[in-house]
């Protein structure tokens, strides 16, 4: 299912310094655990990449009509052994 996706300037800042691409944001908003966030909001989370690669994405995004428009990208990588 294709998911129409708004992302504010914030948010491609935080996508840009954070090195997540707009397709993970879309996959994350697609196949995403989906769980309540402040202000009425929804954070999606999702595990992208693979072995040492992985990351988790988290999306914080409000619905705007058919959309989904995107506040904030966190992400979170594996420490160091």
Request: a positive charge; one cysteine or more; proline letters at 4%.
């Amino acid at each position: 299912m294709k998911v129409n996706v708004r992302i504010i300037p914030h948010a491609r800042e935080r996508m840009i310094e954070r090195g997540v691409t707009e397709e993970e944001v879309i996959l994350t908003i697609e196949k995403g655990k989906r769980l309540p966030a402040r202000l009425g909001r929804v954070k999606f989370i999702y595990e992208v990449g693979s072995g040492s690669t992985w990351k988790r994405v988290e999306v914080i995004a409000e619905q705007e009509g058919d959309a989904w428009c995107v506040i904030t990208v966190i992400a979170k990588y594996p420490k160091a052994l």
